[in-house]
């Protein structure tokens, strides 16, 4: 057995013993938040058209969800309403070019946007992005992205709720309330974080890192 | 009876007869949505201070509630953090002036505000106004107006609420949810009207003059 493993075995231990002896209250109702800012994740070749054949994206930093980073790079997006400077783009690159922005940022842009899961992009709109070496004129693909709640299965399971679901969670405060539509996304890889846009923010005076309480 | 009175009379009797047949569906759950854009009151001293000795607002139109109009002049708020320009002034003058941002207007200008109800300032935001003709430093009157639904006695007796109680209102749709802490004002000078900050009708994608459910 090497050192993490040791090291993992021990914290086991550790969690059943606190468990079994009831001195660990099993809160499973409460989730940490992450605000998004307005972000785009690009494809290697859009990444190219905008900063230069071969480019490499730099990390600035990490980001909750474990192998993501905020790259240094920013472009800027342009309608025939209005442009957006400083858009960070967020790395690794993917399969697809997304942007993600809020509705008050639409209505800056003049565009109509969608409400969707990441990834979920055939008939959404389109804009121009602007990267300091070339434009491109992207077909679709900027949206809102939905509220939604990362877990891995064993979190999955401690919250009994399934990839997919649907659930609500409850905001205390003075422009306190409930925000519903909030999607369940499962996968091994993910760390537990509840990702809500910057107008969600906003309204509800959420802060990063607040808890909150998931409701079925 | 003049032409005016007896318009009234007969829309009274066709309402009593829709009323009395059943055909008229006695709906009061729902309450029609004003959004406020970021704006401010000013006193007559203040006025004069931005825009010159004995000047008078220009009404550029009337808003929902009677009486109000937004006039045609605008200011600008200063801060060490930020600046925001255009911002609106609502007449008729007040007592005190007061100016009423998002949260997200709140952070451009680096201001920690308070949510309060209109004419609680005690304490609150200062901020720099600058207007055509001279600046002022504005010692508090900077807020975020709480959410409130004005409405009659009348109103009040058919929702069966009360002045200054505290009801939530619920959004359908993807970005639906329920606010809370919303404040029911009664006076009979008032419209029936659900008012919300920008912040909140970007977060749930709320529309001006849309029809959402009122719950105790």
Redesign the interface.
Request: net charge positive; charged share 30%.
């Given at each position: 057995m090497d050192k993490h493993d040791l090291k993992k075995e021990i914290a086991k231990l550790v969690m059943q013993e606190l468990k079994t002896s009831g001195l660990l209250i099993n809160e499973y109702n409460k989730v940490p938040v992450s605000v998004s800012a307005r972000h785009l994740h690009l494809c290697k070749e859009d990444l190219e058209a905008l900063f230069g054949k071969g480019y490499e994206l730099t990390v600035e930093k990490e980001i909750s969800q474990p192998g993501q980073y905020a790259a240094k790079e920013k472009v800027t997006l342009i309608t025939d309403k209005g442009k957006i400077e400083n858009i960070r783009v967020l790395g690794p690159l993917r399969n697809k070019t997304q942007i993600e922005l809020?509705?008050?940022e639409a209505?800056t842009l003049g565009l109509n946007l969608e409400?969707r899961n990441s990834g979920d992009l055939a008939n959404t709109s389109g804009v121009t992005i602007k990267g300091p070496k070339g434009s491109i004129e992207l077909k679709e693909g900027v949206i809102?992205a939905?509220?939604h709640i990362h877990m891995t299965p064993e979190d999955a399971e401690n919250y009994d709720v399934k990839n997919g679901q649907k659930v609500?969670v409850v905001?205390n405060?003075?422009?306190?309330?409930?925000?519903?539509?909030v999607t369940i996304r499962v996968n091994p890889r993910y760390k537990l974080d509840f990702h809500i846009d910057?107008?969600?923010a906003?309204?509800?005076?959420i802060q990063n890192g607040d808890l909150l309480e998931l409701v079925k």
């Open positions: 809020t509705k008050s209505r409400v809102i939905d509220r609500s905001v405060g003075k422009k306190g309330g409930v925000l519903s539509n910057t107008d969600d906003n309204a509800f005076l």
